[in-house]
Each structure stands twice: as structure tokens, then as C-alpha cells.
């Protein structure tokens, strides 16, 4: 029997790996189980993602998950902006190895855009934010 992969790890792994992902945001990328910041008190660039969960193979160890993504910017070009670099990052990434612990390395099989982006202010502050979501195949155990 083996364990199944956090997929929030694999992809806070995969994200924060991507050099020009890590430039748009500042070295911001926020996920389960900590989330963002208290720190952080008024907009700036940073993305924040939540795995909604998803079905899995019941003959192959994948998983199909989808994630919500929020992209904040201290004006709404600078979220588009974020955006664009996540997009370009994962929209249709085909196999990608990410270690997440010493000696374990998962794959992220594909992404694809599954809904937005959509400009959408963050209710409870009014931040400038664009909203989307990707599915993502995972392999179910480490390669």
C-alpha cells in the first residue's frame, strides 16, 4: 500500500520553481495549509491557491484536481499581470518533476485553464484580484 501525495505540496513546489512566476509575484505564492500572511495589510503582487479536490483513476494511480487561484496586484493591471505569468507557467505544462521532501518526487502530469480569468476585487478588502481555476493531473505516488 502506498501513501498518497499532499497535492498542495506538489503544486507550492511546481510554482515556487518557476523563476519568472517568483519575479511577477515577489516571491509571494501563499497555499494550504497556511495561507497568506497576517503580515500582509494592503495589495500588493502574490498569488493565493486552494486544491477543491477532484476525482481519481480507479485503474492508475492519477488524479485529476482542480485549484482555485487568486492573483492580487496593488492595481488590477499588476493582478492581470500575475495572472499572465501563472498562466504561462501551468496552462498546458506537460510532466513535471517536483521534489517535494528529500527523496521524494512527485509529477505533475498536466494543467490546463479550466475557468477564468475574471476580475474580481477580494470581498472583505476590495484588493484588485483575478480569479481562475486550472485542473491538474497528479500521479497519485512518488516516482
Keep these: 500500500m502506498t501513501t498518497r501525495l499532499d497535492s498542495d505540496s506538489i503544486m507550492y513546489g511546481y510554482l515556487t520553481s ?4 517568483m519575479t511577477a509575484t515577489g516571491n509571494r505564492i501563499y497555499g494550504p495549509p497556511l495561507g497568506v500572511p497576517a503580515g500582509i495589510t494592503e495589495p500588493k503582487t502574490f498569488i493565493k491557491f486552494s486544491c477543491d479536490g477532484g476525482p481519481g483513476h480507479p485503474d492508475i494511480p492519477m488524479s485529476s484536481e482542480r485549484f482555485s487561484f487568486s ?3 496593488s492595481k488590477q493591471s499588476e493582478a492581470q499581470s500575475v495572472f499572465r505569468a501563472l498562466f ?4 498546458r505544462v506537460g510532466r513535471q518533476e517536483v521534489t517535494i521532501s528529500a527523496g521524494v518526487t512527485a509529477l505533475l502530469r498536466r494543467a490546463d485553464l479550466e475557468s477564468g480569468p475574471m ?4 470581498p472583505e478588502l476590495g484588493w ?3 480569479v481562475c481555476a486550472f485542473r491538474v493531473v497528479f500521479m497519485e505516488r512518488a516516482l
Design 18 to 21: 518557476v523563476t519568472a512566476l
Design 71 to 73: 492573483c492580487y496586484g
Design 88 to 91: 504561462d507557467a501551468l496552462h
Design 119 to 122: 476580475d474580481l476585487p477580494e
Design 128 to 130: 484588485p484580484r483575478v
